[in-house]
Every structure is written in structure tokens, then in C-alpha cells.
């Protein structure tokens, strides 16, 4: 079946990479986004009445694999990557058809000059994502309390404490006077979750890590529990 | 942008045409249906571990509509049928890609003979619907206790009383000794949603809707917030 679908727009996240972005989204309250709607849905009518809604699905297209094939089977890192279980128990990115689903938090809508962006919180998403769709997520039929969670019950504990050097300290302090009010609470956010890849934990050897966020480069070394913040500066890449 | 897309099953479903259909998923519990994997989605392993959850979303396919363009704007049968809301506000099925997302209950999952076929309950899913991908619900990001629900914070009020006539009354009686154990629930909790399109509700001299279930034509008349059921019987369609 060969179905024709349309980017309705362009997600702009500070996470530019896979390694580092939040499992579900939520979990890192501090990640923003914009959504930027492209013609022909950049229409201020198409959004009327969403602006009463706190939250709002997305759906998008896992468009950072490499990998085309999808297996009945994945690890979660949620079980610390030594179980299989069946692809359709997980919200693994590698799936039959690569559709994402995501409930983020709508901060506000943006209209300047033919121009719709959506302000979003809480997002799981790669900067460059696709979105194919906007619902607005609806409490009565979507907050389901009595829902029993299987082996991803409760959240992520996100216990691990972290720490900074003087010196990416200072530099977060500087950064957060300018463009990126809430660096220090995103870094904190991000990594007390644990973004190792679950075979790590079984690699104590390697304790030295790195992503980028926005266009910095974060380094971090582990140690059990604990993570200290080594480096952040501009990316030269 | 052309993306190729696999039907990983097929519903069937009580709801043989639109009319009639809950407006979303949860509101008629006594609605079940069942989900059948097609090859090569029919392997045993790609659902273990989706017992341990108690529901789950359904990506799908809105197959049914013929209208094939979408409208910047919609009038949700929520609010009668007189407003305007952007249709990315709303649930509404004709929009720019035609993906529909339900969080329904997962009963059990049944295998035999290399089928797998998931049994669910609160679908509000029309016979035949093609499904893209299945994934667990994850209580701890997907309930949302605290979201805001626009203009359609709580759920509809499924407010009117559903009586039946001897007749359909006793034919409902006999299937339910049959194949259809819960048929007068799923009638109610149908009815009393008030499946009308919204604009009836200005047709007040109209008061006769009719509607298939299962293999079923059902009839009623609605006086007010009452509605009688006038005829149950085995369709010849």
C-alpha cells in the first residue's frame, strides 16, 4: 500500500542527535521545541480553538534511521537491554512503519507574517523531525488512570545526580543570560535519565560520554550514580 | 513526500458504516472488536510483553471517507455543529493525512494455528479499518491528569434514556443467548451518545435514524433525550 502523505511541518529541537534525546515524551519537562507549519497549513484557521488544549499529540516519521528492515523483536533499555520482547509491546523507533507518537505540552501558538509555530515543552524529538499530524489530546479519552503499564509502569526513576565543573558552569551561567534562559535545568534534566544506550551498563570501562545540544557540545563522565558535567562549549562542526 | 506504508491488520468491528460510530474510543466499553495481524505481522514474538499492558494505540487508516481534500476549518459535532474549529483542534477524520489514533482496551491475545488476533474492547473503529502500528499505552507518559481539555474538556454526556419495543427487546433477548452475549449494552451505550449528526438536531421533525450492527439493522426514534428501539433484525443487505 503506497500512501501519499504530506510533511505538515519541521520540528526545531535542541537535540541534534539521537544519542541524549528523552525515551518518551515528558520526561524532560526543560526540552523545547518549535513547530513551524509549512504552506499550505501555515493558516492561522486551521488552529482555532487550539490554543484551549495544554497538550497536543504529534505524529511523525522516525526519519533518523538508517535502518529500512524491522524486527519482531527489540531490548529495551528499559530492561536494561538483555530482554527481547515483540516490537508492538514497545515505542521502539524501529517498527514496521516508522510512525512516532508524542503527547508534548502547547505553549503557545506564534503568528507573525504568514508564518504558524507552534511553541512546544517536553519534547522527545530530533531537530529535523517530520510531523504528518496535530490532534489536540483529549483528556476524556486519552488519560486513561486506570491503565496498567507492563514492564514500563512507572517513569524512569531519572535518579542519577549531576554535577557541574567550574568551568561548563560558567559557561552555562553565561549562555543562560542570552538565548538559552534554561540550559542548566535541560542538562540536568537529560542526563540524570540515563541517556547510555543499556549495553553500556554492562561496560563500566567506559565512563566518558557526549552529545550535542543546541549547537554545543556536552561532554559528562559517570560514575554509578553520579554524573559530572566536563565540557560544554560551541560545536565546531 | 511518498512513503510507503505496510496494513500490519485488519479490524472487524461491530460498526458496519460510519453512523453510529462513537466519536471516540473508551465510550461505548461493550464495543469489541478484534484485530487480525496480517503476514508477515502474524508472529507470535513481536507481541510478547504487550499482555502486561491493558491498552493500547491503535494507528490506523480513516479508509472510509471519499473525500479525498481537506478543509482548514471543521465543525465538530461537539459544539453542534454551528462552529468553525481548526480541524488540527479537533479529532475530526478529514484532515491533510488521514490518520486516526485510538487508545482501546486490550482484552487478550488470542493464537491459534499462526494467527494472531487481538481481542478489544471501546473501539470506535469501522469494520475493515487497515491499522499501520500498534504500541503499548505507557500510563506514566500518556496520561496526562493535569492537561486541559479545550472545548471538549470533559466527555460527552451520553445523557438520553434508551427504551426498546417488545419486539426488538426480545429479538436482542434470543442473540444474546447467542453469538452476541452483550448486544443490548453495546445498543445503549451507542444510542445514548447520541449518534445524530449534529445538524439533526435542528431537523426536529426528523426523529427516525436506523444503522447496522454486526449483521444487524437497528432502528429507533428519538423524542427529546428519550429514544426508543423499534427494530432489530437480521439485515438482507
Same mark, same amino acid.
Given at each position: 500500500m503506497d500512501i501519499h502523505f504530506e510533511t505538515i511541518g519541521i520540528i526545531r529541537s535542541c537535540f541534534k542527535e539521537k544519542f541524549g534525546i528523552p525515551r518518551q515524551a515528558g520526561l524532560v519537562?526543560?526540552?523545547?521545541?518549535?513547530?513551524? &507549519?509549512?504552506?499550505p497549513y501555515n493558516q492561522a484557521e486551521a488552529f482555532t480553538g487550539l490554543e484551549g488544549f495544554s497538550h497536543l499529540w504529534l505524529l511523525f &516519521?522516525?526519519?533518523g534511521n538508517d535502518r529500512q528492515s524491522w524486527k519482531a523483536t527489540v531490548r529495551p533499555p528499559r530492561l536494561g537491554g538483555n530482554t527481547r520482547l515483540g516490537v508492538f509491546a514497545t515505542r521502539s523507533p524501529f517498527r514496521p512503519n516508522p510512525i512516532g507518537l508524542s503527547a508534548v505540552e502547547l505553549e503557545r501558538i506564534e503568528q507573525q507574517s504568514g508564518k504558524i509555530i507552534l511553541h512546544l515543552k517536553g519534547v522527545d524529538l530530533l531537530d529535523g523531525t517530520p510531523i504528518i499530524d496535530i490532534k489536540p489530546y483529549l483528556p476524556y479519552a486519552d488519560a486513561i488512570a486506570t491503565a496498567k503499564g507492563g514492564f514500563a509502569a512507572e517513569a524512569p526513576k531519572g535518579h542519577l545526580t549531576v554535577n557541574f565543573l567550574p568551568e561548563p558552569e560558567q559557561t552555562c551561567l553565561t549562555l543562560e543570560q542570552g538565548d538559552y534562559p534554561d540550559l542548566r535545568q535541560l542538562i540536568v534534566e537529560t542526563l540524570r535519565n540515563d541517556p547510555r544506550p543499556?549495553?553500556?551498563q554492562q561496560r563500566p570501562q567506559k565512563n566518558s560520554f557526549g552529545m550535542k545540544l543546541f549547537d554545543f557540545d556536552l561532554r559528562w563522565e559517570q560514575d554509578g550514580d553520579s554524573i559530572t558535567v566536563t565540557e560544554l562549549h560551541r560545536s565546531d562542526r
Open positions: 519537562p526543560a526540552a523545547t521545541a518549535t513547530l513551524e &507549519l509549512l504552506p &516519521l522516525f526519519h543499556a549495553y553500556y
